[in-house]
């Protein structure tokens, strides 16, 4: 069994710097990650891959060593692989790695679970050939593959990003096929004070943009009525675009638009949440340290709320501070001083974001979908089916569950659970934070009895209680 002062659920780049930070001020540390390398979905693999495909990912990408190479102290204990299944009150974590289980206590804990790619259920989006941009993404970090034919739908500018790898990669997308609209820039410039404090932003924007105009990569706007056709697998895009209908042939199709907290660490042990209507996500209850309701809790990076990465690595920053001056390393003075610069830079890394959630909202039509699309992907249920289960008297997402199976798969609603709150609020006239969301028990991820059987006794015994 470990036993630290500091447990770090996640290697991203908010757990990273918070590691870096909390062992610099003397804290015994353990890092707790899925991942076989450091770096997080963000910066996967980054220190191989920088070698590899440095001039591919770009600069943004390769500035992920910085962290890593923070890693690299005598007070932090990295585990690799290390998948968390259960947190209790300790904070007291179990997870399983290599096959076997183990168990981790510390006096403070930081899940820096980082973000999820907001699902985009679309008619055919369940076709083979059809996946998130991230995952197309994540295909050319650690494999070298850039998906070939490909037409990117969605909206954000992560669709910029992936689609000027891909063209630097010499597999340039077909087109972009975007879902915000005039209408959503013209109101997004209410935000553009803000937006040019992060002119670093802004300029680099630009920069894609014109990279992909270089590149003679076709874009349509504001476009609606999107369908993916195919049978076997996906072999076209549809919509309507300034009016007229529009049919792209393509063998792949990468749906974004947009991110979401990672939050099924969280609610597995209740830490209240909150909704977000902006950006129609919940957020958890945190304090400006990220400390939560459960004061030896506490939660940095985009689980907290989408930042970015360099906002993230500074929040991890300062929950690293403010759990040092609770352990006694740093006085409240000291903890302060340190934390006013970072709080600065903080704050002109979060300036753009007003202006970019409002030029790239969501798309309603995936918010709502059609009555005929799935929904659940594990369990195959509709948006129909869920519309139909609110006028049976379903209320809330763990309804669902009794009414027709909807997150009961193995993600556990981690996928769907928006989706799910977000239609049964509009066929209840209630709010989302009204309707709630999937109540979320351990395991938080599969784990076998042989994993379990694999503890040590005392573990064991201590598990069972």
């Known amino acids: 069994m470990h036993e630290v002062d500091l447990i770090i ?3 991203g780049p908010a757990g990273m710097s918070a590691a870096g930070r909390a062992a610099e001020c003397g804290l015994s540390v353990l890092i707790l990650d899925e991942q076989p390398a450091a770096g997080g979905q963000i910066y996967r693999d980054v220190d191989r891959a920088s070698a590899l495909r440095g001039d591919i990912l770009g600069k943004d990408f390769t500035e992920g060593q910085t962290l890593t190479r923070r890693l690299d102290h005598e007070n932090i204990t990295h585990l690799k692989g290390a998948v ?49 941009a991230g995952a197309a993404q994540i295909l050319l970090k650690q494999s070298g593959i850039a998906c070939e034919r490909a037409v990117l739908v969605g909206s954000g500018p992560l669709l910029y990003l992936i689609a000027t790898q891909m063209v630097r990669a010499d597999v340039p997308p077909i087109a972009l096929v975007e879902t915000q609209t005039r209408q959503d820039f013209i109101g997004s410039l209410r935000h ?3 937006a040019l404090r992060g002119w670093r932003y802004l300029l680099k924007g630009a920069g894609m943009l014109w990279h992909l105009r270089r590149a003679r990569v076709s874009r349509y ?44 660490t969280a609610r597995s042990i ?122 049976l008297g379903c209320l809330g997402p763990n309804q669902t569950k009794a009414f027709g199976r909807a997150g009961m798969g193995p993600c556990q609603g981690r996928y769907c659970g928006l989706t799910v709150t977000r239609l049964l609020a509009e066929a209840n006239g209630l709010s989302p934070d009204q309707t709630g969301h999937y ?27």
Not at 116 to 132: D, F, K, Q
Not at 227 to 255: D, H, M, P, Y
């Open 192 to 194: 553009l004070g803000g």
């Open 270 to 391: 209740d830490i209240p949440h909150h909704w977000d209507e902006r950006q129609a996500y919940f957020v958890p209850h945190c304090d400006e340290w990220g400390r939560t309701p459960k004061p030896a809790v506490f939660i940095a990076g985009d689980g907290a709320g989408i930042g970015g990465a360099k906002a993230a690595a500074l929040a991890g920053e300062i929950a690293a501070l403010d759990i040092a001056c609770d352990l006694n390393r740093l006085t409240s003075a000291d903890r302060e001083a340190a934390a006013r610069p970072l709080r600065a830079r903080l704050a002109k890394e979060r300036a753009a974001r007003p202006f970019i959630d409002s030029a790239y909202p969501p798309h309603a039509a995936a918010l709502a979908p059609q009555d005929p699309t799935i929904v659940c992907r594990c369990e195959e249920v509709t948006a129909g089916d869920i519309r139909r289960m609110a006028g």
């Open 221 to 264: 706007l504001g476009v609606s009525d999107i369908a993916i056709e195919g049978k076997e697998a996906a072999q076209a895009v549809t919509f309507t675009s300034e009016g007229k209908s529009q049919r792209i042939a393509c063998e792949t199709v990468l749906l974004h638009h947009g991110v979401v907290p990672n939050t099924q």
């Open 439 to 465: 109540r979320i028990r351990p395991p938080i991820k599969p784990v076998t009895l042989g994993e379990i059987a694999a503890m040590t006794p005392q573990e064991t015994s201590e598990q069972s209680k």
């Open 84 to 132: 968390v299944w259960q947190i209790e009150d300790g904070p007291r974590v179990s997870y399983t790695q290599a096959g076997q289980g183990g168990v981790a206590c510390s006096k403070r804990m930081i899940m820096a679970t980082g973000a999820l790619e907001r699902p985009m259920p679309l008619p055919g989006w369940t076709l083979p050939g059809v996946m998130t």
């Open 9 to 11: 659920v996640g290697a």
